[in-house]
């Protein structure tokens, strides 16, 4: 699960709207 999360957004920084 966090693995994945972090693997996409070191890719593409998500805004903070998308992260929260």
Known sequence: ???KL???I???PLEE???D
């Open 1 to 3: 699960m966090g693995t």
């Open 6 to 8: 972090l693997s996409e």
């Open 10 to 12: 070191d890719e593409q």
């Open 17 to 19: 709207e998308k992260i």
